[in-house]
């Protein structure tokens, strides 16, 4: 059992309301056969989940919380990030970790789960194979290693992943993107809140993509009669990351962003998120606004886009992150 300090009531109340959430997102996923360990009652400080995966795989998951995020009031990226365990030991940072590992592996630990919930959803779920597990804390460590050497974080001199005397695997970092990177780009890693089952099996989850205009709904190869024949058609598209999606309408919070506007909608699905200056130019959380659709088409083809555009990106900005001093 792993031993945590400095528990405060606000830490433990979190716990209690975020691990009873982690088996109905897998059965939301298409996991059967789902069993808990967790136990609110007895206080337990570990929790495991074992169950069939969509491709009909038996699965023994290790659930781990992230940290808190700071509040994004603060107008900065939040971060999130996990601790392995609590201490290495003798300073032996390999040692310790192998040791970790293998001991999952006695246990028959074959996933290891790190989750994010922010508010009342799970906004985050990597699911990292057991074998993988070292080597994302290698990667992390040594991109962070690199970050620090050119200079690029700043006067921040502390590695990522070495937190003190905890290995930490980190989910995301605004300052230091290409750190949480080293995750979510890893072999085998997958969000399990983007995922869902196509045809029996999981696969990547299927998202509205607006790269041609950036307008939902508009698609002018729709014109023309019913029966028309068929043509070949080569679409120029610009990669996006569907993450900072999710982060801008997270931060709507269900409401439109466009300040004389400002409705609401309970629902998922009806807000568009519009790139202020164009997806080629930034996929930011700063060029970005949760807009409703009477708002994003206002923005594309209004007569004042320009000044409504203007007045988004004032309020976007707020978001992008500050800086460190050199």
Request: charged fraction near 25%; glycine fraction near 8%.
């Amino acid at each position: 059992m792993e031993k945590r300090a400095f528990r405060t009531p606000d830490s433990i109340q979190a716990e209690r309301f975020t691990r009873p959430m982690v088996g109905p997102l897998l059965l939301s996923k298409g996991y059967t056969n789902v069993t808990d360990s967790y136990d609110p009652a007895k206080r337990s400080q570990g929790q495991t989940i074992q169950a069939i995966d969509p491709n009909g795989h038996s699965v023994h998951i290790r659930v781990k919380l992230c940290w808190r995020p700071r509040p994004r009031s603060a107008g900065r990226e939040p971060f999130f990030a996990a601790q392995l365990f609590a201490k290495i030991k003798n300073g032996d940072w390999d040692g310790s970790i192998k040791s970790y590992v293998e001991t999952a592996r006695t246990h028959s630990i074959t996933h290891f789960l790190f989750v994010v919930r922010e508010g009342n959803e799970i906004t985050h779920a990597a699911l990292v194979p057991l074998g993988e597990l070292a080597s994302i804390w290698y990667s992390q460590r040594d991109i962070s290693n690199q970050l620090i050497k050119g200079g690029k974080l700043g006067r921040r001199k502390k590695n990522h992943a070495m937190n003190g005397s905890s290995p930490t695997l980190w989910l995301q970092d605004g300052m230091a993107p290409e750190v949480a990177d080293g995750l979510w780009k890893h072999r085998g890693v997958q969000d399990v809140v983007l995922m869902k089952v196509v045809g029996g099996r999981l696969s990547s989850q299927t998202f509205v993509n607006d790269t041609f205009d950036d307008l939902p709904g508009f698609d002018l190869t729709l014109l023309g009669s019913d029966g028309a024949p068929r043509v070949p058609i080569l679409r120029s598209m610009v990669k996006r990351d569907q993450r900072v999606r999710g982060e801008v309408l997270r931060r709507a919070n269900g409401k439109c962003e466009r300040s004389s506007c400002g409705i609401t909608r309970s629902y998922p699905g009806f807000f568009d998120v519009h790139h202020i200056l164009g997806a080629d130019k930034s996929d930011r959380v700063y060029n970005c606004v949760a807009l409703c659709p009477n708002c994003h088409r206002e923005a594309h083809s209004a007569p004042n886009h320009c000044e409504i555009n203007d007045e988004l990106l004032d309020f976007a900005m707020r978001f992008k992150p500050k800086q460190p001093r050199t």
